[in-house]
């Protein structure tokens, strides 16, 4: 999965696979913080997608600005 800027900058991404894997793990497996599953999901897939678009959007936000 890519989050990209207008002009093909790839501003974040993440593997599918490692997708997968995180969110097939119980929640006090995951060594990340950065996918921590302690939101208003209760779905561990859910919840991760929604941490990935957030980290995006704070990396993508500094690069648009004038």
Request: proline share 8%.
């Amino acid at each position: 999965m890519m989050i990209c800027l207008p002009n093909g900058t790839v501003v974040h991404h993440l593997n599918a696979n490692y997708f997968l894997d995180i969110t097939s793990m119980k929640p006090e497996d995951v060594e990340s913080g950065a996918f921590s599953f302690a939101s208003t999901f209760e779905d561990p897939s859910t919840a991760t997608y929604m941490q990935f678009l957030k980290e995006g959007l704070r990396r993508g936000l500094p690069l648009l600005q004038p």
